[in-house]
């Protein structure tokens, strides 16, 4: 249900400095991103994947018909509409009129699912990017599944803060209304496997360089760094998607971004800087790093929403959701205590090659707690 932009507007590149002045970003190429991003949610096995989720299912869904108020009568703007679910929900809550933005041509099987239950009166299935389009008039709702993993990865609220800024009116809500990132330092064999991983990926080089060598006479060792240097980014360096236990998480998870989605910037997303502290709770390893995020739907302060609704992708035994947590692993892990104080610095910002994707600077520092430092590393990471 994520895809309503073409990414346009939108940066494929950090922005940079020249002579000491902000660079302008280039612009992004549509064709590249909808081969990159967008043609994924074109097909009905990915929008059947994220319907399978209850977590998110039932959020949206109870947020909806247990805050009628914020629908009966009004209009709606659904930011990639994807299947049309939310639309049609919206719909059914009573809403005036629905526009439903789909950039990819699920937009037809939205149209023909929104004519299926008899709400084609209601819900207009619009296939463009919602940088692109026009609507008649503006909105009382914008609702929108934004959120991809670590909930800023495939920066589609870009997109959602273009629609509100032209379409919300004054009064307007958004659903969901705020969100939350989450850090916390974890314990898992993750990191094992992956420098077992690493470790054989490196043996069967040196194998392969061996017989090059000896049937081809070629020497390849001048290519070993570089082939090392790509494998330990694969295996260590990206974040690995996973479905932790709770009693995974060593240490008291940090909010390391919250955000209101009423007046939130792009500018404030493109790069989130947090400096946080986590404290071990037990005599144990430290592998790694979970980030996971939640968001809720609370109207706003002129209009509160009648129930309160949360989704949570947190570490949980029983309900778990299709973002899972993004794992940040240690190659090398550490042996902590109980009241050990981590000091961590997070810097996240949009990839080079691809503004969809996220580069994660992590620091921690260690110490013991009676003040002693014991170690403190920075590292590196990608969620691709």
Not at 15 to 34: Q, W
Not at 250 to 279: F, Q, W
């Amino acid at each position: 249900m994520r895809s309503s932009s073409n990414g346009g507007a939108m940066s494929g590149r950090a922005p940079g400095t020249f002579g000491g002045v902000k660079s302008s970003p280039p612009p992004v190429d549509k064709e590249v991103d909808y081969a990159n991003y967008f043609c994924t949610y074109s097909f009905l096995y990915h929008q059947k994947d994220m319907l399978s989720d209850r977590v998110r299912m039932d959020a949206y869904y109870n947020s909806i018909f247990e805050n009628k108020h914020h629908f009966a009568g009004k209009t709606v703007l659904d930011v990639g509409t994807g299947s049309g679910i939310l639309a049609i929900w919206s719909a059914q809550a009573g809403a005036r009129k629905v526009y439903a933005v789909e950039a990819t041509t699920m937009a037809d099987h939205a149209r023909a699912l929104v004519k299926a239950n008899g709400l084609e009166d209601v819900v207009e299935v619009i296939q463009g990017s919602v940088e692109d389009i026009s609507l008649p008039e503006k909105v009382d709702v914008i609702i929108s599944e934004w959120m991809g993993y670590f909930l800023l990865r495939e920066s589609m609220f870009d997109s959602v803060i273009s629609a509100r800024d032209r379409w919300l009116k004054p009064t307007g809500v958004m659903y969901p209304s705020h969100a939350r990132m989450w850090l916390a330092p974890i314990k898992s064999t993750l990191s094992e496997r992956k420098k077992n991983d690493l470790d054989g990926a490196m043996a069967d080089w040196d194998n392969f360089s061996d017989e090059i060598k000896s049937y081809y006479g070629v020497d390849m060792s001048v290519l070993t760094k570089p082939f090392a240097l790509e494998q330990e980014k694969h295996y260590i360096q990206t974040a690995v998607w996973n479905d932790l236990n709770p009693l995974q998480v060593i240490g008291t998870p940090t909010l390391v971004k919250e955000m209101d989605c009423l007046t939130a910037t792009v500018s404030e997303i493109e790069e989130v800087r947090s400096n946080v502290t986590s404290v071990i709770n037990g005599h144990t390893t430290l592998c790694g790093f979970g980030g996971w995020f939640d968001v809720q739907f609370r109207g706003r302060k002129e209009d509160p929403a009648q129930q309160d609704i949360e989704l949570t992708t947190a570490p949980s035994e029983r309900h778990c959701t299709h973002w899972g947590q993004q794992v940040f692993i240690m190659s090398n892990p550490i042996n902590v205590e109980e009241g050990d104080n981590l000091n961590l610095g997070l810097v996240m910002s949009r990839s080079k090659e691809n503004h969809r994707l996220m580069e994660v600077e992590l620091s921690c520092e260690i110490k013991e707690a009676s003040g002693n430092p014991k170690e403190a590393f920075k590292k590196m990471y990608f969620i691709e």
